[in-house]
């Protein structure tokens, strides 16, 4: 599919890995719309830009349906959609405090994996009554999870859940979806520069960095959104999980 004037919604658009999609896809002509939580850095985003804010909070369904029927009212239905909402708690199944707080453990679920499945099903909807180009295409949905979903670290137990079950989403989502010209890919990074990986201490991520097998450092979000890139342009690829972690096998 072709970026240039596709409308392209990037959810957790305001940091980190979405927001440097948000800036290369701009950069490539795509019509981008940023949705995340309601704050002042994403306005101020949007402004630089000279793009769209859209507050959306993934957990809300009513937020989900009000952001896409806004979009679709003012730009156009959308035809790539980017899922990077997402955050990351540490938390041991069973602690010095005892058990792993039950409700912290649903929360990651609800917005890492309930939340991206809300979006992904009310965003096919608006997809396949797009026009298809000469491929037959209408869509394009590109997923992000972690390499978290089969390495899972102590303390990521509630977050290697959630990003395994994106990763179990790509190919039954490509099956259903493929009818309708849509095709769904899922990035599982692996360490990455960005706000969420500021809160690892610096000895650690020095240590993350040198576990890397080439090049030995972190990710840069821009090289996540060059794999977005090319995942919207290759009409081959679908129904696939690709990690993008410089070799890197967390042990
Ligand atoms: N940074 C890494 O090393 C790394 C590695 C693997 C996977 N990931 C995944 O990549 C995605 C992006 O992470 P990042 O590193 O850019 O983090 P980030 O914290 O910089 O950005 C996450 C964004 O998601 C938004 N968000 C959180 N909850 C939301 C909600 N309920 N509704 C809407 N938006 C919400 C936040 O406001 C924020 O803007 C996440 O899903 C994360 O799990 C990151």
Known sequence: MDIKGTVTLVTGGASGLGKATIRYLSSKGANTVIADLPSEKAKQLAQEIGNTFIPMDVTSTEDIKDGLQQIERRLGKISV???????APAAMTLGK???HDFEAYKQTLDVNLAGMFNVIRQVSAQMAE???????ERGVIINTSSIASTDGQRGQVAYASSKAGVAGMTLPLARD???FGI?????????FDTPMLKTVKEDVRAILARSVVFPQRLGRPEEFAHLVRFLIECSYINGENIRLDGGLRMV
């Open 97 to 99: 405090d005892g058990p």
């Open 177 to 179: 979806l493929g009818r």
């Open 130 to 136: 797009n026009k298809p180009n000469s491929e037959g």
């Open 183 to 191: 095709r769904v890919l899922t990035i599982c990074p692996g360490v």
């Open 81 to 87: 959609c980017v899922n990077c909402a997402g955050m």
